[in-house]
């Protein structure tokens, strides 16, 4: 399946400052979970902004800025930082990162992202593996040409394993997309919950779409860092999501290492 034009000139753009033709591994980090990058030795770290064709990442907690390393020894892609479909971006947009790790020719692709909990089992800073999503209204990139399907299971599987092994705990579950940028509201949580969503969030399940309609493989992980409306009678503050990953940030990355050695 062929990418987008500018895929092929960012890429250029990245080889020629550094980055190898082909990388082994990439993650994008979700809100608050950028300091995974501090993990990447050897790194070359370029801003969105000095990059042609590239969007910006406007929400705070994302530092926007497209990391090339290793760990390891296995060669390393970052997206610290992510582009929203409710900052004005298109869906076709919100998954570039996708299309331009399929481009290196990416092996894995991990994908993290800050979420309320749903599930009344789960507490704050839990790390959750997801292994299904539900769209809310979502239409993601171009048509195309031929079907396609989704099969997060097999990778959870293989997540929870890795987490297993190295003693880090972890949930799993449905992640539900919603397009924000607004919280929901106590019903809408409850009617989510109803429907089987254990997190709520506003990323991720485009990109996992994309990869899955590339072929490229993707598993993902969720940090829960707030409990979404109604769950307690606390206000909802994005303070919480820096708060709550500077807590996990450290088993988050042990996690991700183990994911780019193992997955």
Avoid: C
């Amino acid at each position: 399946m062929s990418l987008p034009d500018y895929i092929s000139e960012i890429k250029s753009y990245l080889v020629t400052a550094g980055f190898d033709e082909q990388i082994n591994s990439a993650v994008i980090l979700g809100s608050g979970l950028g300091s995974f990058g501090e993990h990447i030795q050897n790194a070359i770290t370029i801003p969105y902004g000095h990059i042609p064709s590239f969007p910006q990442s406007t929400v705070e907690g994302h530092s926007g800025s497209l990391i090339f390393g290793t760990i390891d020894g296995n060669t390393v892609l970052a997206f610290s930082g992510r582009f929203h479909h409710y900052e004005g971006h298109s869906f076709k947009k919100t998954v570039l990162p996708v299309q331009l790790a399929k481009s290196f020719g990416v092996h894995k692709l991990i994908i993290s992202n800050a979420a309320g909990g749903i599930n009344l089992n789960f507490s704050v800073g839990n790390l959750m593996v997801i292994d299904n999503i539900i769209r809310q209204n979502m239409m993601i990139s171009e048509p195309s040409p031929k079907t396609w399907k989704y099969n997060l299971y097999e990778y959870a599987d293989r997540v929870f394993d890795i987490a297993g092994e190295l003693d880090i705990p972890v949930k799993r579950g449905t992640y539900l997309y919603v397009k924000g940028p607004n919280y929901e509201t106590k019903a809408e949580i409850k009617a989510f919950r109803y429907m089987g969503g254990d997190a709520v969030g506003m990323s991720t399940a485009p990109e996992l779409m994309e990869a899955a309609k590339l072929g490229v493989r993707a598993a993902a992980v969720s940090l829960i860092t707030n409990a979404a409306a109604g769950v307690t009678d606390q206000k909802l503050d994005h303070a919480e999501v820096k708060e709550a990953a500077d807590l996990k940030k450290e088993e988050f990355a042990r996690l991700v290492k183990g994911l780019i050695d193992k997955l």
